[in-house]
């Protein structure tokens, strides 16, 4: 039997940050207040002029591949989880394999907003536990929306920041994956996304002139409750799926956008916030990066699974996308 594992964990998140005093200045009005009372974030971190996202990856993936103690050209395949690419086509990931050096290695993006990360997670193990020709597969979410971000929309400059989070998924001779689940709410597909720049709607000066560029916006209102109410069972699904009970699960990682639905969440899964971890406070809204970033970042910090403990992964994307994966922790806490 082929078991898929998760190997090792790395981040990048770049230097320059922006905090909630600064956009105040930039706005010219209070909104740090309400961020940190109603959203939890507290700064965000933004790329420099010269970075790109297949850069901010190739950190990442540096950092991951040290842990497992591993070379760019031991990876088969590596999946970027982006809606934030460094081009339209071709594949930020083959970008990232030749700066990486990962000779040997298939690559693909893809592209379910936030929920891309969990996505690609799932995708990777099902490779290795099902095709030999896989063994260590780099997943890596990135994120560099501050790109796409109109500085004078509070809606959206408020939220989006840069940073990439990543996980290698390794074949081992023990359970790792346990179970995954995708779901979807296509009616909301028109609700928020970069809506200009591709086939339907082109960058052309017509359709700059009528949209302007290419930006991330809040187009047509979804339900704020679209988190609260859709995580409880999804969650619930999964780990049923898994053979577990809540109680079984030792972290719980959600999409990073804002505090106050992870708190609601764990009381409605009558778990203790002690059970998760969150990032958004000092990194900001980091979308497909934020659930790889904040495991990375509790392992570091102590706070991360031990050999043995269960962890599930819950994202949500536009679209809206959806996805929940449980994984039993097989390697050391270690950072």
């Not at 809606?83 to 339209?88: E, K, N, W």
């Amino acid at each position: 039997m082929r078991y898929a594992q998760i190997a090792s964990t790395g981040r990048y998140i770049p230097d320059k940050v922006i905090t909630n005093a600064d956009l105040d200045r930039m706005l010219g009005q209070n909104v740090g207040d309400w961020l940190v009372e109603n959203v939890g974030i507290r700064a965000r971190h933004m790329m420099a002029d010269d970075e790109t996202v297949s850069d901010m990856v190739v950190n990442a993936a540096r950092r991951a591949l040290e842990r497992a103690k591993l070379k760019p050209t031991d990876l088969d395949l590596i999946i970027i989880a982006t809606d934030t690419p460094d081009y339209l086509s071709p594949a930020t990931a083959s970008v990232v394999q030749a700066k990486l050096g990962a000779a040997n290695a298939g690559t693909y993006d893809i592209n379910c907003a936030c929920s891309a990360w969990v996505t690609g997670m799932d995708m990777a193990a099902r490779y290795i536990a099902t095709d030999s020709d896989y063994r260590h597969i780099l997943v890596a979410g990135a994120y560099g929306m501050t790109r796409f971000v109109d500085w004078t929309d509070k809606y959206t400059c408020t939220l989006f920041a840069d940073g990439v989070g990543a996980a290698i998924g390794s074949a081992g001779d023990e359970p790792g994956f346990l179970a995954g689940k995708l779901v979807a709410h296509g009616e909301y597909y028109d609700a928020l996304g970069i809506y200009t720049g591709a086939a339907a709607r082109p960058a052309t000066p017509d359709t700059i002139a009528a949209f302007g560029k290419p930006k991330v916006a809040f187009v047509k209102k979804f339900p704020a409750t679209f988190n609260s109410e859709n995580w409880p069972p999804l969650v619930r699904t999964v780990v049923a799926k898994a053979g577990l009970t809540l109680d079984d699960i030792s972290l719980f990682l959600f999409t990073q956008l804002n505090l106050r639905t992870i708190e609601f969440v764990m009381q409605n899964l009558g778990q203790p916030m002690s059970k998760t971890h969150w990032i958004m406070d000092k990194w900001g809204y980091i979308g497909s990066a934020c659930i790889p970033a904040a495991l990375d970042d509790a392992i570091e910090q102590g706070k991360g699974p031990k050999r043995g403990d269960h962890v599930v992964f819950c994202a949500t994307g536009g679209g809206m996308a959806m996805a929940a994966t449980v994984w039993k922790w097989t390697v050391s806490s270690e950072p």
